[in-house]
């Protein structure tokens, strides 16, 4: 690695990895449906979890953008078509750089990016068995996040000393 910008990349990876293994563990225990404090306290934690893993992730992803001179996304889509870029291989004049996320860690990223809006918008309808499937996501990106993403890294900005 030979940009610094990397650490903060890093740092935001921990962020999220850690955030989506606590809100999946949050999960696990429920106590959703609670009347009292006690189940406002779980969804709550659970919710903003779950838009904390999300946001660190999406925070890493533009980070890595930046060290790559590449434009982030703006405007009203700009969560989706983050996903959608960091997704595929872009090609410039004279430079091709590789997907940054695997497909099936994409769909993941895509599925907490979809729980993240939902979370934000729709908190006073939080219905547990409907956030299964984001529930999978977090677990899987939990592990896999922040490996796939070191690969990437070592492609484009391999370890000093190493043959690029």
Same mark, same amino acid.
């Given at each position: 690695?030979?940009?610094?910008?990397?650490?903060?990349?890093?740092?935001?990876?921990?962020?999220?990895?850690?955030?989506?293994?606590?809100?999946?563990?949050?999960?696990?225990?429920?106590?959703?449906?609670?009347?009292?404090?006690?189940?406002?306290?779980?969804?709550?934690?659970?919710?903003?979890?779950?838009?904390?893993?999300?946001?660190? *992730?999406?925070?890493?992803?533009?980070?890595?953008?930046?060290?790559?001179?590449?434009?982030?996304?703006?405007?009203?889509?700009?969560?989706?078509?983050?996903?959608?870029?960091?997704?595929?291989?872009?090609?410039?004049?004279?430079?091709?750089?590789?997907?940054?996320?695997?497909?099936?860690?994409?769909?993941?990223?895509?599925?907490?990016?979809?729980?993240?809006?939902?979370?934000?918008?729709?908190?006073?309808?939080?219905?547990?068995?409907?956030?299964?499937?984001?529930?999978?996501?977090?677990?899987? *990106?939990?592990?896999? *996040?922040?490996?796939?993403?070191?690969?990437?890294?070592?492609?484009?900005?391999?370890?000093?000393?190493?043959?690029?």
């Amino acid at each position: 690695m030979t940009d610094a910008r990397w650490i903060e990349v890093e740092d935001d990876l921990n962020s999220a990895c850690r955030h989506f293994g606590n809100a999946a563990q949050l999960y696990d225990e429920g106590g959703f449906d609670a009347d009292d404090i006690t189940g406002y306290r779980a969804t709550m934690a659970f919710l903003h979890a779950m838009q904390s893993a999300h946001n660190s *992730l999406e925070g890493a992803l533009r980070r890595i953008l930046e060290i790559l001179g590449e434009e982030v996304p703006v405007g009203e889509n700009s969560h989706a078509d983050l996903v959608r870029r960091v997704s595929r291989e872009v090609k410039t004049p004279g430079h091709v750089r590789p997907a940054i996320l695997p497909p099936e860690v994409a769909r993941d990223v895509d599925e907490t990016r979809r729980f993240r809006h939902r979370a934000t918008h729709n908190y006073d309808n939080f219905d547990p068995a409907l956030a299964v499937a984001s529930i999978e996501a977090a677990r899987r *990106l939990a592990a896999e *996040l922040k490996p796939c993403v070191l690969v990437f890294r070592d492609k484009v900005d391999p370890p000093a000393g190493t043959p690029g």
